[in-house]
């Protein structure tokens, strides 16, 4: 089973649907959470459902994924320090 994101064009209207892989049925679509707290909500950037034809039912389960408020650390080796990002976009 793959594990794919949902995409990262919730804020755009016409564009915020389950983009592809993340519809597939064989694959569980992780959605994003705006903070690693108890009282999440989902990023304004992940992507809502219906999907494409079967898959509608989707996201499977979120995860958290960065927010303007709090942002996710990874490493960038080009700085060699990590960065926040949100999604998989950079934040400024």
């Known amino acids: 089973m793959a594990t794919v ?3 990262n064009d919730g804020d755009i209207t016409g564009a915020d649907r389950i983009q592809p892989p993340g519809d ?3 694959a569980l679509a992780v959605g994003s959470a705006d903070t690693s ?3 999440w ?3 304004s950037y992940s992507c809502i459902g219906p999907g494409r ?3 509608y039912v989707k996201p ?3 995860a958290f994924g960065g927010s303007d408020t709090e942002t996710f650390k990874v490493f960038n ?3 060699g320090s990590t960065v926040g990002v ?3 976009r950079l934040c400024t």
Do not use: H
């Open 41 to 43: 909500k989902r990023a």
């Open 77 to 79: 080796p080009l700085l």
């Open 86 to 88: 949100q999604g998989t």
């Open 60 to 62: 499977d389960g979120v």
């Open 53 to 55: 034809s079967p898959g």
């Open 24 to 26: 597939m049925v064989n």
């Open 5 to 7: 994101a949902v995409g």
């Open 37 to 39: 707290g108890k009282k």
